[in-house]
């Protein structure tokens, strides 16, 4: 099918059937197919355009928030521009209330770098970001949540890798999984909603995100729940002060895009967790909740209660970041027992 079929069969598309026939064909392919390669491509601007337009500004209001997500994620393919732009701030403004959230979560949850945060940031132009952004506060404040959005590192957080001595390098810390998937189920409007999960890591996307999708290899086979990863540059790996720059804007952001909900960070001492997680805490406001750092490094005396005065709690293992979340309130007894097995299974001692 050529790139003009394409685009006439999804134009004539009866009233209240374009849906449907986009979940019968490869929109992925299609998209693919009016791209063109680097030859080709450069011939077809005119069906790039149309094809945006169609499906994001002429005919949007027949699509789901999962079929708009599912759009806005195909447009990946295409290069920026103006009117690639325009037509992801149209589908992101076409929705409000709960479809608007649905479609942010879907979003969110691509599997791939192509999440909310890359849409957001890297593929609009200043104005549309500026519309988009607005969009969200609004909707932040005519339909608040009390959500729980989880922050979380990933190196010597989720698996033993810099500065760790007790576990062997590379392996997934006993009951982080397990803490991981009870918070972001226990305390969720809407807990099988996907994306309330995000990775924060000063690791480098990388050429064609090759490093940031490396990274979210390494965490597929672990049974998380769906994420998204916020990575960082390679200017950012030479300094603690860089580092917790960058993990500080990846923040920034993530509360500009889900202004609605609470948030807590998970973390660790080895690097500059704990002055992120202060920082977060102060940016945050009443909704940041918690900040729980785990002490792969010791932090003693008056740095130690410097950082507890300014809300950071401390801990050795997942039990014992178990039971600080659930006096905490972010987890139910059953949901703290169910950590607590799950570290006691794994043989690791108990702190």
Known sequence: MTPDQALARLRSAPAGRLEPLLAQIDLERTVAAIVGNRVTGLFRRAQREALVELLCVERVAELSPRMRAKVVHALRELAPSAVISHGIRSCLLSLTGEPFR????????????HDLEHVV?????????EAVLAHIAAEAVDSPVHDLRILCDIDDTVR???????????????????????????????????GDLTFVTARPEGPRGLIEQYTRNGLSGLGLPPHAVLGGSFLNLFTKQSIQARKLQNFVRERALFPECRFMFIGDSGQADPQVGVEMLRLGGVHGVAVLIHEVVPVEGAVRAELE??????????????????????????????VLLAVAADGAPMT
């Open 309 to 338: 005065a300014a809300g950071i709690r401390f801990f050795r293992g997942y039990d014992e970041a178990a039971r600080i979340a659930h006096d905490l309130g972010l987890l139910d007894a059953a949901s703290r027992d169910r």
């Open 121 to 129: 940031f890297e593929r609009l132009t200043p104005e549309d970001r």
């Open 160 to 194: 033993a890798m810099l500065h760790e001595t007790r576990f062997p390098r590379g392996s997934v810390y006993p009951g982080v999984v397990e803490l991981l998937i009870e918070l972001d189920e226990g305390h969720a409007s809407q807990p099988s909603r996907p």
């Open 102 to 113: 649905d479609m942010k979560y879907l979003l969110n949850s691509t599997g791939d770098r």
